[in-house]
């Protein structure tokens, strides 16, 4: 049985495919068109996973929406009237957008994936993202636990699961919302919305967190796990342009201006903005307090889901918990979730926000619906298109690239070689990761034990801001020895770098270049089993360095998505200044020392 998961219209497009309810491919449409976050309807994506099971759209026995439009229109009507006329802004842009095409979703359905409307099936926003990670995660029981912006009306939803049964029991309704609060404060500190809370989440650590009680104003916490906001604060359930109203200004001052350089003094000025300022004291101070909201807002919302956790697991006694929605990308907070609520074991699937909808719709329906048993476990995150050597070869052959065809052996010591000289590779191979992270398929990898490696790699390749942190991938093995997280090797998040944890203090000498300033790492635990090339590779760069951590970051030049393509990585190669570039067993310097 086929079942094809569609998630779109909002951000992060994606589709999915399931063959007798276990996972085929899975890939967002960004990956295909270019745009980061392309909310289309994912065309492209549909195309990939229906050939990579070999199948056409007549085969399919299903497709499943992982919302439901209607009741989601219902909520913008109802939002845009109820505060008409202040609202007038968001009454029209609703009526236009929702009227032209969203709301004919089940049509488009039929007309572009080629199905008959009695084929198609409509999920709950928060049913989906719940079964994206239960139905993906290897726990018989589990409670469940989904926190987001908004979908239908639901903000958050907390329930359990059991076999093939899924049951959300309580939520908490729009406006009314974590994920909007910290949007809000995303937007606040110059960020783009959806794509910057990343930005809010590793600025905080250069912050102390000075504005806790100013940020309590606008959000209470309630005994049973819920939350209220203060709606005189905010402006987003009226408007879709700016989220915050005057209150706010006056609580936390000036917004900080839209994509400012942020540097504080202890980030200090980084080589590839260019010569230091001469107010650089100046502005670092007024950064600082940026710093200091960030801090508060993450320390806050923090203490919301930890809370939302904890109430969930007196009620339900249960010990393991699958988290989702865009909020479960938070991975400061999901290791304290796993710290302090009680739980034991905690499961996140990669793509935790709404592309992972996609998997989840059609998870939903083939055992919740169809009452279908499990036999799936996402134990990785290579879900995405992958590409034979012989269609790499004739690539760099037709653009006539200089290149090495390396066996196993050679490839990993020469990169492993490389890496320990200092030098920065784009590494591809397998398919490609599902969600947001570089999971060591299409990754820039580099030495973490040199300090300077970050600028390296900024000036290199990601001219990012300087807070944010390169991450870890580590040996399972060697987890223990590096950081001060005792288990967190076992823990499923962990593989797909969606915990930061505190690094062990001895080591952080060590590992200078993924070490944040507040002593954490967003660390990747490398298993051999579901990620054996990148385990190899790390392997051999620590038997020659004792050091078995690699510096990741994800193959793409700053504000595009991940590369897709051989040559999406070789255009990237080309057009920053990596040393090297390996597609599988191809190796590609920048030196032209390759011996063909
Ligand atoms: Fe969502």
Redesign the pocket.
Known sequence: MYILGISCF?HDAAAALLCDGRLVAAVEEERFTRKKHDPEFPSNAIRHVLAAAGIESGDLDYVVFF?KPFRKFERILLTALGTYPRGSGLFRSAMTTWLTDKLWVSALIAERVGVPRDKIFFSE??L??AASAFFCSPFEDAALM?V????EWATATTGYGKGTELQLTREVRFPHSI?LLYSTFTAFLGFEVNEGEYKVMGMAPYGRPRYVDEVRKLVRMAGDGGFHLDLDYFTFQRSTSLPYGKRFVKLFGPPRPIDAPFFTEASGYPSYFGPRPADFIEQARRNQHYADIAASIQLVTEELVVNMAQALQRETGLTRLCL???VALNSVANWRILREAGFTELYVQPAA??AG?AVGAALYLYHALLGKPRSFVMDHGFWGPSYREDEIRAFLDSEGIAYERLDDDALFERAAESLAAGEVIGWFHGAAEWGPRALGHRSILADPRRAEMKDIVNTKIKYREPYRPFAPSVLASAVPQFFDAPGVERQYPGRFMLLVVPIEPSRREAIPAVTHVDGTGRLQVVAREGNERYAELIDRFGKKTGVPVLLNTSFNLRGEPIVNTPREAYETFRRSQLDALVLERYLVRRDGRERR
């Open positions: 909002f919302e926003h928060h989906s993202h989904t987001d912006g908004v979908g994920g989702a929605g865009g926000g709404d909808g």
